[in-house]
């Protein structure tokens, strides 16, 4: 049984936060806020593991202006140094001439375009990000926890393109509970976790589960079974996101 406190476990995973950096023989940390709990409870941590070589990155893209606001808040609340990079443009520039190209040759397909769409939006993230920490020489920090692990519920090399990730262990009712233990504002706290891939877009109704159904299964629970299949199915699917591409045998 684990029966350290939240504190103590937030000490650890800053004093991991700072071996990771030494190890690297990097300088500090960066992360994408993007106003949801999950970058904000690792602003939080990166802050106070390296409270002057740690940077937030706000990268709006053609996202919901509530979404910069509570970035700002979490920025502000635990007093991290960040920058605001507008992405809207180069996505519309980089997605118009992507189609365009495709057209001409009779290779666009409107099925799923949404979601070519929407991972274009997590990989421009993800490149502004690494063009930042190859920089500053800082390492790029991850904020997908354990049920977005479990689920494959990230986008492959957009927001799941990082050096290192903090809260991977943490079921997702965890987040919560770090993020209150460490004054994360209330806004921010009560919004429902969402990619803001497109509007409206929410990660329970995109999932077809809830996240207390995939931490309880993650922690060995029973769930309805109609849940359950449904998890180990993204789980199954996402085999390919939790390990190196695949190679040909040596011959
Ligand atoms: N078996 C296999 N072996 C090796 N590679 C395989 C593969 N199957 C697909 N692939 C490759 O993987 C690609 C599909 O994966 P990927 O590009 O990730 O795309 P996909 O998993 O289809 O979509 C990403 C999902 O993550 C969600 N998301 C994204 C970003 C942030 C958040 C959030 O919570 O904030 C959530 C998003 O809403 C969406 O549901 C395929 O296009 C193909 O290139
Ligand atoms: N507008 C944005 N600006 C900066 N980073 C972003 C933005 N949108 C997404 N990201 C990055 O992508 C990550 C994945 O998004 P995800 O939605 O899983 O996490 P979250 O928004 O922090 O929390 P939640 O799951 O509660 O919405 C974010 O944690 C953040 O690092
Ligand atoms: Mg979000």
Redesign the pocket.
């Known amino acids: 049984m684990n029966k350290r406190s939240i504190e103590e476990k937030i000490d650890l995973t800053v004093h991991w936060l700072r071996e990771m950096v030494e190890q690297s023989k990097t300088k500090g940390l960066v ?12 602003a939080y941590l990166i802050k106070k593991a390296f409270p002057e070589n740690s940077l ?6 053609k ?1 919901n202006p509530e ?2 606001e509570d ?1 700002l808040k979490v920025a502000k609340g635990c007093g991290i140094k960040h920058i605001e990079i507008e992405l809207s443009d180069v996505h519309n520039a980089l997605l118009d001439n992507i189609v365009n190209i495709m057209k001409t040759e009779d290779l666009f397909n409107d099925n799923n375009f949404r979601l070519s769409d929407a991972n274009l ?2 990989r421009l ?1 993800m490149s502004t ?1 690494y063009c930042v920490a190859n920089s500053l020489n800082y390492l790029v ?5 354990a049920a ?1 692990v479990y689920t494959g ?2 986008t492959k090399y ?2 799941g393109g990082v050096d290192i990730m903090p809260i991977a262990n943490l079921q ?1 009712r965890e ?1 919560y509970e770090w993020a209150r233990y460490l004054g994360v504002a209330e806004s921010v706290l009560k ?6 891939l497109w509007e409206g877009q929410t ?1 329970e109704k995109e999932m077809g589960t809830t996240y207390d159904c995939v931490d309880d299964l993650v922690a060995g629970k029973d769930i309805p079974q109609r849940d359950k299949e449904i998890i180990e199915k993204l789980h199954i699917r996402s085999e390919h996101k939790r390990k190196m591409p695949e190679k040909p045998l040596v011959f």
Do not use: M, Q, W
Request: charged share 25%; aromatic share 4%.
């Open positions: 992360v994408g806020i993007s106003g949801g709990i999950d970058s904000a409870l690792v937030g990155v706000i990268l709006p893209c996202s979404d910069k970035a939006r997590a993230r990000i920090v991850g904020t997908d926890n977005e519920y990230f957009g927001d997702k987040v919004r429902p976790p969402s990619a803001g990660d």
